[in-house]
Structures are given as structure tokens and as C-alpha cells.
């Protein structure tokens, strides 16, 4: 027999929501103590930063990365419980407080030598001062130059002086012992505003090579691939929200969808962040207030929180007074029906 034709209403007072795994993120973001770090940074017009920053980590955990959606989650009680929001903020006001709090972000970016002589830099590292660059050779026939120079460029009207790190290699014998006719040379630069040693500000730079497998998440998954804001500071604000966030949401997966009773997958030692949104993050619930207590009700076919492999959806039972210890709904206890 076919379904009726239903008819839509809206409720005066029933409260849904179709993100109930929110509530994970809010723990893990208290535990994390995220808003001790950025309590000193104080507060600007009535807003401290806190809740700028709790605001848009809410809307990464949603796979939203643009400012707009913000109003989609200002006046849902359920978002500002969790994330520990005393109000919603519009787009407006936290795409101009991103703006405003990404001042002064350091940086480390790859040179491009374009049409750079990799032998004047050779003869420019040989003409150094011994406590100004630092020679070494890993093998014979193998020698590296490592130093720093200062470049000022103009931009508007002004000049601006920009570190730039330098390193030179020449080769006059191949890794299998040959010795070549002409020196193999190579030189790589990286633009940067930190104050740390040559070999530091390489190795930092070197470091993002391990993150490249896990790239395609950044993009796709949590909708970072097309950044919001036209300032490349607040993007880099972005990206590292972008960052905590996809930790959050790393940790909640392996505690969540690793094990013998979760989810039927292939076998695997991680899982992706669609995952984590797919089987924890976007769950129905009702959010009922009774008896001075807060209650996230899951439907009857909910396996999620049937599962008892899941650490935070564990099934009730006996005795029924099982509270979700450590919400942060009001400072109420959230009971898990």
C-alpha cells in the first residue's frame, strides 16, 4: 500500500537536530582546554575570542568552511550547547573578527628561483663570512651551503624587508662514486617571517611532506579546498582551525569506528573524516528538556547508539539513570534515553 501523502507542519517547540554527534565535538574541544589558551588574547566589543574561534570550529566539524553558514547555526540551541555559546554570531561579524585576529601569522614559503644562477649563489656562499653561513659535506664530492639574506621589496608606496633562507648544493662526484665534468649544482630558498635557525626553517618546511596523504580530506571532506576570506592571513587562521578540527574529528573516529562492534567496513586502521561525519556526526536526535534535565533521544533504529563499542552512545541500562557525565548543556547532564 502506497504512503499517504503526509502533510508538513513545524513544531512550536520541539527541538531537532541532524548533527547529534556535535556534542562529541564539544566535549573534545573542552577537553582539549582550547579556551584557556585564547582567554588572554581578551575579548573586542563585548565578543572575546573564544567564541569567535568556537563558532567557526563548530562549522568545520559540519564540513562548512564559509563564513555565510554561520547564520544557518546562530539561533539553534542545540549548535551553541554544545560548542559553549552564549550567542550566535552573523557572517558579517565573524568573517571581520577572522580578519581582525589574523595579524602578525608567521609563515614559511617555498622560493621560486625562476631564472636564478644557481652558480652566483655558489660564488655568494663562497664569499660569506665564516659565521654567516654553514658549510657541510655529507660525502666527497658533495658540499651544502646553508646562510640567510635580507631582501626589501616595495609595495605601495612602502618597503618591506623579507628573510629569505638559502640553500646551495654542488655536486662534483654522483652518489655511485663518477665523477662528473661540470658540478651538478642546486640552490632552494624559503621566504619567512620566523626568527629560527637556517636548519630549523627547513626542517619546518620539510615537515608538511608528511601531511600530503591526508590533503585530499582537507579539500573535499571538510570543504577546505576553496578558502573563504581574500586575505591570506585569516586563510592561514582558517587552515589551522582547519587543522585542530581534523584532529577532533581524527580522535573521535579511532575511539569511535575501531574496533569489533563498529560500523561493517572494510578493515582498516583509521578511518576517513566522511566516515566519522556519515556514522557519528550527522545522527538525528531530539533534544527534550525534563525534570530539570537535558535528554538527547535517538530514534528506535539508531545503530550508533545501539553499539556499545561506541564510548559516548553507550545503550541504557540498568540502573536507568545513566547520565552523558561532562556535558556541557547548560552545565545539565545529558541523558541518553
Request: hydrophobic share 40%.
Amino acid at each position: 500500500m502506497p504512503l499517504k501523502k503526509p502533510r508538513l507542519e513545524q513544531s512550536p517547540r520541539r527541538i531537532l537536530t541532524a548533527h547529534a554527534g556535535l556534542a562529541l565535538i564539544g566535549e573534545a574541544i573542552a577537553a582539549s582546554r582550547l579556551d584557556q589558551a585564547v582567554k588572554s588574547m581578551g575579548s573586542y566589543r563585548g565578543t572575546d575570542h573564544g567564541q569567535v574561534l568556537s563558532t567557526y570550529l563548530g562549522l568545520l566539524t559540519l564540513g562548512k568552511s564559509d563564513f555565510e553558514a554561520a547564520e544557518g547555526v546562530r539561533k539553534d540551541p542545540f549548535f551553541l550547547s554544545c560548542m559553549g555559546l552564549k550567542r550566535g554570531l552573523s557572517a558579517a561579524r565573524l568573517r571581520q573578527r577572522m580578519d581582525a585576529s589574523a595579524m602578525d601569522i608567521d609563515f614559511i614559503i617555498k622560493w621560486n628561483p625562476r631564472q636564478a644562477s644557481a652558480a652566483d649563489w655558489l660564488a655568494h656562499a663562497d664569499g660569506l663570512e665564516a659565521s654567516k653561513v654553514k658549510w657541510e659535506a655529507p660525502r666527497e664530492g658533495k658540499r651544502i651551503a646553508t646562510f640567510s639574506v635580507n631582501e626589501t621589496r616595495s609595495w605601495q608606496g612602502q618597503e618591506y624587508t623579507f628573510r629569505r633562507v638559502m640553500r646551495v648544493v654542488e655536486r662534483t662526484i654522483d652518489r655511485k662514486g663518477q665523477a662528473l665534468v661540470f658540478p651538478d649544482l642546486e640552490v632552494e630558498g624559503w621566504w619567512t617571517s620566523l626568527e629560527l635557525s637556517d636548519d630549523d626553517i627547513i626542517a619546518l618546511y620539510r615537515g608538511h611532506a608528511t601531511c600530503e596523504q591526508f590533503h585530499s580530506e582537507f579539500k573535499t571532506d571538510m570543504d577546505l579546498e576553496r578558502l573563504p576570506s581574500g586575505k591570506f592571513d585569516t586563510n592561514t587562521l582558517v587552515m589551522a582551525a582547519g587543522t585542530f578540527v581534523y584532529n577532533v574529528l581524527r580522535w573521535i573516529g579511532l575511539q569511535g569506528l575501531i574496533g569489533d562492534d563498529s560500523p561493517v567496513r572494510h578493515p582498516a586502521k583509521r578511518r576517513r573524516i566522511r566516515t566519522v561525519f556519515q556514522e557519528l556526526i550527522s545522527l538525528p536526535a531530539q533534544l527534550v528538556h525534563h525534570a530539570r534535565q537535558v535528554w538527547l533521544r535517538f530514534g528506535a533504529h539508531c545503530l550508533a547508539h545501539r553499539r556499545r563499542g561506541y564510548p559516548w552512545l553507550r545503550p541504557r541500562e540498568s540502573p536507568p539513570n545513566v547520565a552523558w557525565k561532562g556535558s556541557n548543556f547548560m552545565d545539565k547532564r545529558l541523558q541518553v534515553p
